[in-house]
């Protein structure tokens, strides 16, 4: 088993790295480039024209791994991967259909939120009742650190279910805002459901081969993404990448994992919405200089000093990979092993 988390790991990456090499010089030549919010940080603006839509490299060679590494699954019909894969792949396309609208308008604005909202909950909705149907969730919620399960209403549970993984994944593509985030955020949260299937055994190889594919792809992706970016995952990639995560998380049946592996998104996301509600409520006042929160970091918010874009990739990444092993803790008094 360690030996194919392994190669699925090194092929993600050999896959990604070889797709961008081929990818990025393409989406500059048709000029498949970013544009920048006018209110957003004036040394952004540096970035226009930068390509987006780079996440197909690391949506690719996933798919690839696990048809590859993970085809013998299929012969002991197990399927999990291929959910996932498929489910996040949704979200992917709804992320392409917004930026396919942003290049072709030339503005930052791409589908409508009501619109984003109701394909991303029809998407949910749909996932959890293929995981119902074939086994791979329950509506016992466990709590990892307590070891506990607790049981819930069925109904109750997949209303809950689907606004966990709809909002896992806005709070993923919040975080796409500074060139390595959203990658380097997430790749120790598939490091960390790679390490807990390491742990469980043989049984959750297929959703193994998976996030080890994507944590190598994703290393790939850094290639071309880290500072300075030569090219951007766009919504594309960052959709996927929150419906990949909430994905694996209803996969193992650790959905309250979310809570800490998904920290610093979820600080994004709060940040944005105090912003948001102090504004309105003080009739102008803002708590941060600027949201979501690594915005506010660029401006000097609260102290004084301006992060750079390295810094805030370190600082959100470490603390992701500290809580990784946490979230690992927590689980590891589920199954003998």
């Not at 975080?175 to 959750?204: H, K, M, N, Q």
Request: charged share 10%.
């Amino acid at each position: 088993m360690t030996i194919r988390l392994i190669v699925a790991l090194v092929a993600g990456f050999c896959l990604s790295t070889a797709v961008g090499a081929v990818l990025v010089p393409w989406l500059r030549k048709i000029k498949a480039g970013q544009s920048i919010k006018e209110i957003g940080p004036t040394w952004h603006k540096s970035k226009e024209g930068t390509p987006t839509m780079g996440g197909l490299m690391f949506i690719f060679a996933v798919a690839v791994v696990c048809f590859t590494v993970g085809f013998s699954c299929f012969t002991r019909r197990e399927y999990s991967h291929l959910f996932v894969l498929i489910f996040a792949m949704v979200f992917g396309a709804i992320g392409f259909l917004d930026d396919y609208e942003k290049l072709r308008h030339k503005k930052n604005l791409g589908l409508s939120a009501g619109m984003k909202f109701l394909l991303q909950l029809a998407a949910a909705t749909a996932f959890l009742l293929l995981l119902r149907y074939t086994g791979y969730l329950t509506p016992n919620l466990y709590v990892p650190f307590w070891n506990l399960h607790l049981p819930v209403s069925e109904p109750l549970y997949f209303i809950f279910a689907a606004f966990v993984i709809v909002g896992t994944v806005n709070a993923v593509n919040l975080t796409d805002g500074v060139d390595g985030l959203a990658a380097g955020t997430c790749i120790p949260v598939f490091l960390c459901f790679t390490a807990i299937v390491f742990c469980w055994g043989r049984e959750y190889i297929a959703q193994g081969i998976f996030s080890a594919g994507l944590t190598g792809a994703l290393l790939g992706f850094l290639v071309y993404n880290f500072h300075p970016a030569r090219v951007f995952m766009g919504d594309t990639g960052s959709l996927f990448l929150g419906g990949a995560i909430a994905g694996m998380a209803f996969a193992l049946d650790v959905p309250l994992l979310l809570i800490p592996l998904c920290i610093m998104p979820i600080i994004e996301t709060l940040s944005d919405i105090l912003q948001v509600g102090y504004f309105k409520l003080s009739h102008g006042k803002r708590i941060f200089k600027m949201a979501p929160f690594h915005h506010h970091l660029e401006m000097g918010g609260w102290f004084g000093h301006k992060w750079k874009e390295t810094e805030i990739f370190v600082l959100f990444t470490g603390i992701t990979f500290a809580m990784a092993i946490v979230s690992l803790l927590g689980v590891t008094g589920r199954y003998s092993f």
